[in-house]
C-alpha cells in the first residue's frame, strides 16, 4: 500500500501553532470589529425649557391702583383674588420623531408641620381636562397652558382644617403641570415615555403680609434614547465573509494538529516497541555504538527488514552495530568491503508502516 509521510517535527509544530494563533486572532478582530458588530451607536438626546409666569390678580381694594401684580413680588394674602398662571414647555431633540404628547395640570393641597416637612394632610385634585396631541417627524415639541387659581378656595379648606385641629401648620398648595411624551422611532425597538412636570407653589394660611409665590422652572438636557446604525457596505461584507474563511482555516489547523499529536504519539510507541523487542531479543549480537563509523568505502547494501539483516548475520557471523540517530535506528553488519544496513525510522504514514 502506497505510503504518505506526515512527519512532524517540534518546530513544525511550533510553527502550525503559531500560525493558528495569527489566524485566529485576525478571524476575530475581522468578525468582532468589522464583521458582526458592524453598527455604531447613536444617540437621541433632548432639550427641554421650562417656564412659568403668573400673576396675582387682587380683590378690589383702596390701596393697590393695579388690577394685578407680576411675579416675584411679595403680596398680602388678604388681598389675593386669584392667581393666573402661564405654564410653557419646550422640548428640542436631535432627530425627527414621532409620536404623541398628553398633558394635564393638578392641584397637591398640603398642610404641614409648622416649620418642619412632617405632613399633617395631603389632597390632590385635577385642575384641568387631559389633552392630548399627535405628531410626525418634529425636533420640537411647545406645550402651553393657561389657568386661574381660586386662591380662597384652597386658603379656606386649610384655614378650616388648622382651626379644626388646632394645629400649628404650613399650608401649600402646588400648581402641577404634568406631560407625558411618548415616543416611536423606526429606528428605536421599543416606545419611549418621557415624563416632565412644572412645578408652582402658592403658599395658603399665612398669617403675616408676605406671601410669595415659588415657580420651579429647572431646565435640563439628556439622552432620550439611543440605538444602532448599521456600517453595511462592501467593505463589511468582505471582512465578514474573510473573517469566516480564516476562521475555518485556524478550526481545521487547529484539527489537524490534534490528529498529528494523537497519530505521533501512537507511532512513536509502536517505534519504541518494535526497537525494545530487537534490542532485547538480539542482545547477545548486538554491539552498541556511539557515533557512526566510516562505512564510506564500503558497499553499502540497504536491507528492507531486520530479519534480513539477522539471516546474513547467520551467514557472516559478525556483531550487528547498533546506532541511534534523531530520526532512527541504525543496525549496521560489516563484513570486508561489505556493509548490510537496516534503518527503523520515526516515520509517521497515514496508510501503512513498517513491518
Known amino acids: 500500500m502506497k505510503r504518505i509521510l506526515i512527519n512532524l517535527s517540534k518546530i513544525d509544530k511550533i510553527i502550525l501553532l503559531f500560525f493558528i494563533v495569527i489566524i485566529f486572532s485576525l478571524s476575530g478582530f475581522l468578525l468582532v470589529r468589522t464583521g458582526f458588530y458592524n453598527y455604531d451607536e447613536k444617540e437621541i438626546t433632548y432639550s ?16 393697590f391702583e393695579e388690577e394685578y401684580l407680576s411675579k416675584n413680588k411679595t403680596y398680602i394674602a388678604s388681598l389675593i383674588d386669584y392667581v393666573h398662571v402661564d405654564f410653557s414647555y419646550d422640548i428640542e431633540l436631535s432627530d425627527k420623531l414621532s409620536g404623541s404628547y398628553s398633558y394635564y395640570v393638578k392641584g397637591v393641597l398640603e398642610a404641614n408641620e409648622e416649620n418642619s416637612d412632617n405632613n399633617y394632610y395631603t389632597r390632590e385634585c385635577i385642575l384641568s381636562d387631559t389633552k392630548t396631541e ?10 402651553k397652558e393657561s389657568l386661574d387659581i381660586n386662591y ?54 399665612s398669617l403675616t403680609v408676605e406671601v410669595p409665590i415659588d415657580a420651579s422652572n429647572k431646565s435640563n438636557a439628556g439622552v432620550l434614547a439611543s440605538y444602532k446604525i448599521s456600517k453595511e457596505g462592501l467593505f463589511y461584507l468582505i471582512a465578514r465573509v474573510l473573517g469566516i474563511i ?36 538480539y542482545d547477545g549480537i ?12 564500503t558497499k553499502i547494501i540497504n536491507v528492507s527488514s531486520f530479519e534480513e539483516l539477522i539471516d546474513a548475520h547467520s551467514e557472516i557471523r559478525n556483531p550487528i552495530n547498533y546506532v541511534k540517530e534523531k530520526d532512527g535506528s541504525t543496525f549496521l553488519l560489516i563484513f570486508d568491503n561489505y556493509t548490510y544496513c537496516y534503518k527503523l525510522k520515526r516515520e509517521l504514514f497515514s496508510k501503512g508502516r513498517d513491518k
Open 246 to 281: 480564516c476562521y475555518v482555516v485556524a478550526f481545521i489547523s487547529v484539527i489537524y494538529l490534534i490528529y498529528l499529536t494523537i497519530i505521533s504519539y501512537r507511532l512513536e510507541s509502536i517505534y519504541n516497541k518494535k526497537l525494545r523487542k530487537i534490542l532485547k531479543t
Open 152 to 205: 380662597d378656595t384652597y386658603n379656606d379648606i386649610l384655614n378650616s382644617f388648622k382651626d379644626e385641629y388646632n394645629v400649628s401648620m404650613d399650608g401649600n398648595l402646588k400648581v402641577v403641570l404634568v406631560i407625558s411624551n411618548m415616543v416611536n422611532n423606526k429606528s428605536l425597538d421599543d416606545e419611549v415615555v418621557k415624563n416632565s412636570e412644572l412645578e408652582l407653589n402658592i403658599p395658603l394660611t
Open 48 to 63: 427641554e425649557n421650562k417656564d412659568i409666569d403668573y400673576k396675582v390678580y387682587l380683590k378690589p381694594n383702596d390701596f
Open 134 to 143: 399627535k405628531y410626525e417627524n418634529k425636533k420640537t415639541i411647545n406645550i
Open 286 to 297: 548486538i554491539v552498541n555504538l556511539k557515533e557512526m563509523p566510516n562505512i564510506n568505502k
